[in-house]
């Protein structure tokens, strides 16, 4: 008993149907599955790449260092000096208050005083421009000694 080829077609339509759509169901249950696990593996990944930022430092370092601490911008430079340790000098470069004290202390200990007689005596010789103090010149002979004479007293 041969059935009819129109039922037969119908039958076989619907088998092909059925057949394609397990296949598609299928695949979109796979995906569905995939999707849920590439989510969560994506999450993991994110948040491992996502660091904290690393915290702002107070401690100035470099050859801007004292001036930065000296405008505030910044705490203490790498060797503890805070704004109240600095200064500026007569340049107005920023220094370090102990040590401008201990040069100026050295300094006037040392050449401070004969520099002030080389002064002294050229403004008495009314002497300007350059001069050689003890040169060959008479005038220069004669700063020597004038400068010798104040720096003695």
């Known amino acids: 008993m041969a059935l009819p080829m129109k039922t037969m077609k119908t039958a076989m339509k619907a088998a092909m149907k059925a057949k394609a ?3 598609v169901m299928k695949a979109a249950m796979k995906a569905k599955a995939m999707k ?11 948040k491992k790449a996502m660091k904290k930022a690393m915290k702002k430092s107070t401690i100035a370092k470099g050859k801007r260092a004292k001036s930065s601490v000296f405008r505030g911008s910044k705490a203490k430079t790498s060797g503890g000096l805070t704004k109240e340790k600095l200064t500026k000098n007569k340049g107005g470069k920023v220094v370090s208050k102990a040590s401008s004290a201990r040069a100026k202390k050295a300094y006037s200990k040392t050449i401070g005083g004969w520099n002030t007689a080389v002064m002294a005596a050229r403004k008495a010789l009314a002497i300007k421009g350059f001069c050689a103090i003890g040169g060959k010149s008479a005038q220069g002979k004669a700063l020597y000694a ?7 007293a």
Not at 38 to 46: E, F, I, L, P, T
Not at 146 to 152: C, E, F, I, N, P
């Open 21 to 23: 759509m397990k296949k």
């Open 36 to 46: 849920k696990v590439m989510k969560k593996v994506m999450k993991k990944a994110m």
């Open 146 to 152: 004038k400068a010798k004479s104040l720096y003695k």
